[in-house]
C-alpha cells in the first residue's frame, strides 16, 4: 500500500461510528452483514449506516457483493492486513517487540 492508501485507510477509520461497523464487519468474518442487521445491532438509522458503509468501501476497507435482493457488507482482510503490515513495518527498530503477535489471541 502506498502512503495515500493508508491515509485513506486510517482516515476513514478515523470515526467512531465507522470503527464501530468495521469492528462488527471484522467479527462477522467472511460471512458478512447485512445492512439491515449493522443498522440493529449498532443502534444506528439505515441513512446514516449507508453514509459511513460508502466512505468504508471508498477507502477500500469494505467490499459489498448483492446476494439475492440483500447487499451483504465484508471487512477487507487483505486491505486490513496491508495497512496493518505498514504500521508495523519498522516495528521495534529491528529489535524484539514487547507484544508478541503469536501471543494473540485473535
Do not use: W
Not at 16 to 40: D, K, N, W, Y
Not at 42 to 52: G, I, K, R
Not at 88 to 97: F, H, I, K, L, R
Request: proline fraction near 4%; glycine fraction near 6%.
Amino acid at each position: 500500500m502506498n502512503e495515500i492508501e493508508i491515509v485513506d485507510s486510517l482516515s476513514a477509520l478515523a470515526h467512531p461510528l465507522r470503527l464501530r461497523v468495521f469492528r462488527a464487519l471484522v467479527v462477522a468474518g467472511q460471512e458478512g452483514l447485512t445492512p439491515g442487521v449493522m443498522s440493529e445491532g449498532l443502534q444506528t438509522p439505515a441513512p446514516t449506516l449507508s453514509f459511513h458503509l460508502k466512505e468504508l468501501t471508498r477507502a477500500g476497507l469494505v467490499t459489498q457483493e448483492r446476494a439475492s435482493r440483500h447487499l451483504v457488507y465484508r471487512a477487507a482482510f487483505e486491505r486490513m492486513d496491508g495497512l496493518l503490515r505498514y504500521l508495523t513495518e519498522n516495528c521495534c527498530q529491528g529489535a524484539e517487540c514487547a507484544v508478541s503477535t503469536a501471543s494473540c489471541k485473535c
